[in-house]
């Protein structure tokens, strides 16, 4: 635990708690009082009120569209069923920013429903809600199908037999052992949109701000920062909340029933009503997943002068983005993968000392521990970016200057997928095997090469793709800390949105294209290679 707990005081606890005390200290004295100023301001009040119950429509809305996804991922066997389960999980590793502008070229000005008919719904609340929709839906239907798919069919048929009826018997039997993963997912729904902050930057104008939002504003553009610490230490205690009742909601799922094979509880749709409900699955997953990812393709290639590769081309020329970038454009993506590279390569090393910490010891300890892990999915993004720039500023740790800054950010993400990932391979290890290995004179290093690694090599494989690809997307740190001369590809599409113009707008276009495949190939890949069949991350 000794590596992974430095790593995250230095890099995680060190920055937040400089910069909340950048805020909250005057003359060396904490200033607890602007807590309450802050608080209760009208503008922050109205921040706080539109992050929860965008979150709490976000999250209900994901919970009806895709609760149907999950019954018929985990009950129906239909041809194609494997990659287009692959098709609904790639917009959860897209980047939040290539998500906003995904739907900004489907709803926004000049986008495809406004060609089509004149309709604008980008600054509006629902181009938001559906964006949330499109980027949670694969967490619905993989949290809750994976255990759908894995409850006994015939503990409901028996309630049949003895007289339910069938919505009676679903909702006596099915819904309760359902129950806990429903929960789970829509903690994690409500986790990722209260922290939304790419999709509300790009599709809320103006009129919309989460509190992270509100945090980049208060930081980056008013330089007001005791109002971003008090919002950070808000946020901070909200997802430690949902963390800590998700938490619970694992441990009772883990001990909901006995579960089956999922492929004993699959079967072809019969009847006119299932084959309606897959139709209509099919169909929800091609207009809310399938036509976004298309229209962004198509406004890639959509020039002036008719469909080609113009945009792409200009992604050459540092001259051709207008002076916003001092590199031509395309050499973020050299960079990206680079930076991903490397930050895959520090989560998987953290992330795999964490893992094999947790499966050695259990009590409250370890359990803190756990948590503490899972903090960077939760916490401003944007304070850790900025927390980075007035702390690593001295020697030994005069980073500011240093490309691996970035990586280090893309890195405290990667860390948790990794955990989650490994965590449960770890634990199915026989510690009898590791026992008769120390036997036999193997040293703990060799026992691990040789009993633990090859059975967690797939496993680790897949962690390092999730690593792999939310380094990739990483935005809210990265935008404070990427270089000009070295950006990335999510601040490379922000700064290309946040300029006017067609050629600006095409580029961001074609370096979303870009990054969109790049995830999908990786997910793709996962797919192949992951070894739980059930369904979870």
Known sequence: MAVPVAFFALFFAYPVVAIVGRGLKADGVWQFGRIGEVL????????????????????????????PGAYVFARFDFPGKQLLRAVVTVPFVLPTV??????????????????????????????????HVFFNYAVVVRTVGGLWSQLDPRQEEAARVLGAGRLAAWRRVTLPALAPAVAAAALMVFLFTFTSFGVVQILGGP?????????????????????????????????GGILAVHAWTV?????????????????????AGQRALLGGVLLTVALLIVVPLGVLVERSL????????????????????GSTFLVPPLEAIWNSLGYALVATLIALAIGGLAAAALTRRAGPLVRGFDALLMLPLGVSAVTVGFGFLITLDEPPLDLRT????????????????????????????????????????????????????????????????????????????????????????????????????????????????????????????????????????
């Open 302 to 321: 959509d020039t002036s002068g008719g469909y080609g590769f113009g945009f792409y081309r200009a992604l050459q020329s540092a001259d051709a983005s």
């Open 98 to 131: 290539v998500v906003g502008t995904a739907f900004l070229a489907l709803l926004g000005r000049g986008g495809f429903l406004d060609e089509l008919w004149g309709v604008r719904l980008d600054t509006t609340v629902w181009a938001i809600l559906l964006a």
């Open 402 to 537: 240093s490309w691996i800054l970035v990586p280090l950010a893309q890195a405290l993400v990667g860390v948790p997928f990794v955990v989650r990932t490994m965590l449960p391979v770890l634990r199915a290890v026989d510690d009898r095997l590791r026992e008769a290995a120390a036997v036999l004179g193997a040293s703990p290093l060799r026992a691990w090469r040789e009993v633990d690694l090859p059975l967690v090599r797939r496993a680790l494989l897949v962690a390092a793709g999730f690593a792999f690809a939310v380094s990739l997307g990483e935005f809210g740190a990265t935008v404070f800390i990427a270089r000009p001369d070295n950006p990335t590809l999510p601040v490379a599409v922000a700064r290309l949105l946040g300029r006017s113009g067609e050629l600006n707008y095409g580029q961001a276009m074609a370096l979303s294209t870009i990054l969109m495949l790049v995830c999908a190939a990786s997910l793709l890949l996962l797919e192949r290679i992951r070894t739980d069949r059930s369904g979870e991350f």
């Open 207 to 239: 009129a919309y701000s989460t509190l992270e939002v509100e945090i980049y504003r208060q930081t980056a553009q008013l330089l007001d920062l005791p109002t971003a610490a008090v919002l950070t230490l808000v946020q901070f205690a909200a997802v």
């Open 251 to 271: 441990r009772r799922r883990e001990t909901a029933l006995k579960l089956v094979d999922p492929a004993q509880t699959a079967r072809r749709p019969r009847g």
């Open 40 to 67: 209760s301001r009208p503008d922050i009040l109205d921040v706080l009120w539109f992050t929860t119950w965008q979150a709490l429509a976000s999250t209900a809305l994901t919970l009806l569209i895709a609760l």
